[in-house]
Structure formats: C-alpha cells, structure tokens
C-alpha cells in the first residue's frame, strides 16, 4: 500500500489517522505537528501521500505550497473543518492540494479519498 506522511498539529487527530490508515494496510512513514517540520520530513521520507490539516501554527496552505515547489507531482490530501475554513480550503486545493476530507473523519470517506487520489497519479 501507500507510505503516508501525516501532519496536524492535534495529537488526537494524528491518532486517528494513522490508526485507520495503517488498520487499511498503509505505512506510516511520519507524524508532523506544524508545517515547518512537515516541509523537512517530505523532502526526507518521500511519502506517497501527505494529509495535511491547514489550519495550524505556520499555515497548512504554505506548506502545500512548499511541498508542491520541490515535488510538482506531490499528493496532498487536506483534512479541515470545512465549513469553518472554506477560503483556506480554496486555496488549498489552488495551492496543488490533490483532494480534501472533512473533519470530524469518517473512515469510510477518508480511505475513498486516499485511494482516488493515489489511483490519479
């Protein structure tokens, strides 16, 4: 399966995450709290796959950016409260995000997600 880079700034969240994605076969090959050290652990790791909550300390959509700078091809699913963070959504998915899933998770649509996304490259 995928090796998946996660990065929310809620150690909760994280949890979350990585539990239903390893439970669907994924790796998980970091955790991130900002968007600073999500940045450094990319370039390091090489994931497949980046969740990517946008609305933490040092934005989420920098990050995106940063991310979509050293690797065009990067894919990048942001994890967001959606109706409570439309514009940095929008510019999120401007910004090269490859897909998006709303908070509070559903597993069910959070494995859909990564698995269309990764199916697109």
């Known amino acids: 399966m995928a090796r ?9 969240m994280r ?22 050290t999500v940045v450094e652990l990319y370039k ?3 994931p497949d ?11 989420g959509v920098d990050a995106i950016k940063k991310i979509i700078d050293f690797d065009p091809k990067a894919r990048i699913i942001v994890v967001s409260v959606l109706t409570a963070q439309e514009a940095e ?6 910004s090269g995000a490859s897909g998006i899933v709303g908070k509070p998770i559903n597993r069910s649509v959070l494995l859909s997600e990564v698995t269309r996304v990764l199916k697109s490259a």
């Open 4 to 12: 998946i880079l996660i990065c929310d700034d809620a150690v909760f």
């Open 15 to 36: 949890a979350v995450l990585s539990e239903a994605l390893r439970n669907a076969g994924h790796e998980i090959v970091g955790e991130a709290e900002d968007a600073d």
């Open 89 to 94: 959504v929008v510019e999120a998915i401007r």
């Open 49 to 59: 796959l980046v969740t990517m909550d946008i609305l933490m300390k040092n934005s």
């Open 44 to 46: 390091k790791v090489k």
